[in-house]
């Protein structure tokens, strides 16, 4: 396939991984790849195997999947179990293990849920579906949030009353640099492509300039992650610590402006939990007062089940960077892709779904 | 493996996922129905049973379809249903002869779109040379059912069969592109907005497997990879061999369209339901002469050898990827659902 196959030529990928050895040594660095969509491409390629054993890659926290607190999985199935509510997921939120339960269970159980590809498939559900409330579980980081704002936009626009979000949408930065303050030595980020394309490469000059930790923004295909760990480990060589971007074909320095805009006047920044790292400050998007009709936490008051968390799972230090996931004691015995016990287990994205999956 | 299925059971509720094909089903078949059906519980599970008569040897095989679109780019409903019996048949290396056809209809359904689907049942048996010759006809009402549910059943004659034990060097062979028929249906079932040109390689195969005749007896497995797609097929190669294989993903033929719409959807080619391919295990050294008798076939023209059979990695599928690492395919857990970014 034109512009995908390039990306993946064995060749080439044999020639940057001679010059990565050559630039390590005998070095030991630790580079993290904060997106979740890199970890996945990572396993997926089998890039592990090609890469020396002293470069350690450090499964970041940005699957969104893997970072929505229990407290958001129960509230989501609370109003799936709710009367004349439908709620409104993307796939892989459905399989992901709340305090007692999951969506796909509760689905079973009687719960309304419906899976969609984009929050405006959400909307239609709500016009088509007049008699019901339709909840849209909003998560996402800057690469989705845009489109929860335009659905609720586009609703005002159209006069969709029965529709609303529940916003669990996050932004990267704050957690990059939470994760700066943290236990886990970083020598350099491979920044998220996708998110990067919206809020553009200027968004990590803190964490290179205040920090001084190196950043290269990468694509996801096999030949931008090696091409991206070149980089850095250039920088790391010559003392730099600057934002660098690999994947030029798609992210320029403003980002994406229009995205933006509609993000900030829908949304404003709040500290929100992430699942195993905590309350990060200024991490969230909420709401705006302006748009509290849109907001299901607003309209639909529902109780959800005292949040539980389960004591052996390591998902949090995973999540940081902390640990691997082969360290945890459920994986691959009691936690598996068939009964996830935690949210890393669950997405293609999330790293001990990845670990497991391509071994 | 047993342990998670005990805690699905244990939760009470049969879910989608249970009938995917995947790691989910397989749990849920050896755990519940073998359990009580079969006399020894390590069975092995092929594509049809195989009923010794005397001299004889029959294949017996049943299958029930309840696809949504009941029309798709490239079939229908009870298309699909014959090819399937057909090459559950023809995999383990039986001439299908017979076919039965009950239907589960919804009350309200066209009688136009019955027939349609009835006559198209009626030319695929004949192309593939089996007759159908029983039936049963089930209305249920309004809400109890989607449509159109269409079970065969069928018997074929086993002169030999393909039930061998893989060894060291095997070869590896797929008769063509995978994916076609999940992608197709995915395509026009879900409202994407995409035109696509999508079609399913919905086809019976005893033809193809019958043209191999003169190899048969180089042949030590087959399977047709539908649910589940090529990766659990291959996993189910390996169970309790004690051997593994490796293949490379450079040698797997893709259609574009499909390549195209499974990156856009995050879903991998390799677990896609295929409805007209055949995946096969031949012995050291015969997999070019196979690949190219495959070819002149129609269906086999994009036959490939894809790998081989390996002491490394016991009990495991691997693969060189196209970026040249190596990485573990594992079966198919549950359905496959589409990633948020």
Redesign the interface.
Same mark, same amino acid.
């Given at each position: 396939?034109k512009f995908? @196959?390039e990306f993946?030529? =064995?060749d080439v990928?044999?020639g940057l991984v001679r010059r990565i050895k050559q630039l390590l040594g005998r070095n030991h660095v630790s580079l993290m790849e904060v997106c979740g &969509?890199h970890t996945a491409s990572i396993? =997926?390629?089998? $890039? =592990?195997? $090609?890469l020396p054993k002293n470069l350690k890659l450090l499964s970041g926290p940005g699957c969104?999947?893997c970072v929505t607190p229990n407290e958001h999985v129960d509230l989501a199935i609370a109003y799936a179990m709710m009367e004349g509510v439908i709620l409104a997921t993307?796939? @892989?939120?459905?399989?992901v293990p709340g305090s007692s339960t999951s969506l796909?269970?509760a689905r079973?159980?009687g719960g309304h849920i419906q899976?969609v590809?984009s929050t405006m @498939?959400a909307l239609k559900l709500a016009e088509n579906h007049p008699d019901k409330k339709i909840v849209f579980f909003g998560?996402?980081?800057e !690469? !989705?949030a845009p489109t929860i704002a335009a659905s609720i936009l586009e609703a005002e626009r159209r006069g969709i009353s029965n529709y609303c979000a529940v916003s669990a949408a996050k932004v990267v930065p704050p957690a990059m640099e939470a994760l700066l303050q943290g236990e886990v030595r970083i020598d350099g980020f491979i920044c998220p492509g996708?998110v990067s394309v919206i809020i553009g490469s200027g968004a990590y000059s803190r964490i290179a300039d205040v920090h001084r930790v190196p950043c290269v923004i990468a694509g996801f295909e096999? $030949?931008d992650v $090696?091409q991206a760990i070149e980089m850095l480990l250039r920088q790391v060589r010559d003392g730099r610590a600057e934002v660098e971007n690999q994947y030029t074909r798609v992210v320029h320095e403003e980002g994406n402006v229009a995205a933006r805009g509609i993000m900030e006047k829908v949304f404003e920044t709040r500290d929100a939990k992430w699942r195993g790292i905590g309350v990060i400050p200024g991490s969230g998007l909420g709401i705006r007062q302006r748009y509290a009709r849109y907001d299901a936490e607003v309209q639909l008051p529902a109780t959800p089940e005292k949040t539980v968390e389960n004591k052996q799972c390591i998902c949090g230090l995973v999540l940081k960077g902390v640990r691997d996931p082969t360290d945890c004691r459920l994986f691959g015995k009691?936690c &598996?892709?068939?009964?996830p016990v935690g949210a890393c287990m669950v997405?293609?994205?999330g790293a001990c779904a990845a670990y497991?999956?391509? =071994? | 493996m047993k342990g998670s299925v005990q805690m699905a059971i244990a939760d009470g509720k049969i879910l989608l996922g249970h009938g995917s094909g995947g790691k989910l089903m397989h749990d849920l078949i050896r755990e519940v129905m073998v359990r009580e059906f079969a006399a020894d519980p390590h069975l092995r599970l092929l594509d049809s049973a195989l009923l010794k008569l005397e001299s004889r040897t029959l294949a017996f095989t049943t299958d029930t379809y309840v696809v949504k679109p009941l029309f798709f780019p490239g079939g229908n409903i009870g298309k699909l249903a014959v090819c399937g019996t057909i090459n559950d048949l023809s995999v383990v290396g039986a001439t299908p002869l017979f076919l039965s056809c009950a239907l589960v209809i919804e009350e309200g359904f066209d009688i136009s779109l019955l027939r349609k689907v009835v006559r198209s049942m009626k030319r695929v048996a004949e192309r593939a040379g089996v007759k159908i010759v029983t039936g049963d006809t089930k209305v249920v009402e309004k809400g109890s059912g989607d449509g159109l549910f269409v079970n065969t059943t069928g018997i074929g004659y086993a002169k030999t069969f393909f039930d061998g034990e893989i060894q060291v060097e095997d070869e590896i062979i797929l008769s063509g592109t995978i994916g076609d028929h999940g992608m197709a249906i995915m395509a026009a079932r879900e409202d994407f907005g995409l035109e696509t040109a999508l079609r399913s390689d919905c086809a019976p195969v005893n033809e193809l497997v019958e043209s191999l005749k003169p190899f048969f007896h180089r042949i030590r497995l087959m399977r047709d990879p539908t649910r589940g797609g090529l990766a659990t097929v291959l996993n189910e190669f390996v169970e309790g061999s004690g051997l593994g294989i490796l293949i490379d993903e450079e040698t797997i033929p893709i259609k574009r369209g499909v390549a195209a719409l499974s990156e856009l959807l995050g879903l991998d080619p390799l677990y896609v339901p295929n409805e007209g391919r055949v995946v096969l295990v031949c012995s050291r050294g015969m997999g070019e002469a196979l690949v190219r008798r495959m070819r002149f076939h129609p269906l086999g023209r994009r036959s490939m050898v894809i790998g081989k059979v390996v002491a490394d990695y016991p009990g495991k599928v691997c693969m060189t990827t196209k970026a040249g690492g190596t990485r573990i395919l594992d079966m198919l857990v549950s359905d496959q659902l589409p990633r948020i970014c």
């Open positions: 396939m995908v @196959d993946r030529n =064995r990928a044999a &969509t396993q =997926r390629y089998g $890039l =592990r195997s $090609l969104p999947v993307f796939g @892989d939120m459905a399989k796909l269970k079973a159980a899976i590809y @498939d998560i996402g980081f !690469t !989705t996708h096999p $030949l $090696l009691e &598996t892709p068939e009964n997405s293609g994205e497991y999956k391509y =071994r | -």
